[in-house]
């Protein structure tokens, strides 16, 4: 029902844009959260748009960087990522909870995943 793209190669330094497409569901009544995973680590949340309300969060390690957006028409959340870095080098997946969580940087409380899309920085 979710399915991520935009991934790629970019510089450090560069920008790309996620996109979070939902087919089925609505996706301004779901809380929807995106993640990332790195060679080695554990999968990490980036940022969560809630559901209604449209509040944002993001963590502290990209704050000020990536900007999440919905676009309601569209049915699509997006993940724009300036200066990129070496480090934000990772698969990066959508998830959605129906019900904002205050823990929503933890994966174990959304119900369901898109698959992953890589973003790869380097130079």
């Known amino acids: 029902q979710l399915q991520a793209s935009g991934g790629g190669l970019v510089q450090p330094g560069g920008s790309l844009r996620l996109s979070c497409v939902a087919s089925?569901?609505?996706?301004?009544?779901?809380?929807i959260g995106w993640f990332r995973q790195a060679p080695g680590k554990e999968r990490e949340g980036v940022s969560c748009?809630?559901?209604?309300?449209?509040?944002?969060y993001y963590a502290e390690s990209v704050k000020g960087r990536f900007t999440i957006s919905r676009d309601n028409a569209k049915n699509t959340v997006y993940l724009q990522m300036n200066d990129l870095q070496p480090e934000d080098t990772a698969v990066y997946y959508c998830?959605?909870?129906?019900?904002?969580?205050?823990?929503?940087?933890?994966?174990?409380?959304?119900?369901?995943w898109g698959q992953g899309t890589l973003v790869t920085v380097s130079s």
């Open positions: 998830a959605a909870r129906a019900v904002f969580h205050l823990n929503w940087y933890r994966d174990d409380v959304y119900d369901y």
């Open positions: 748009i809630r559901n209604n309300s449209g509040q944002k």
């Open positions: 089925r569901v609505h996706l301004p009544n779901w809380t």
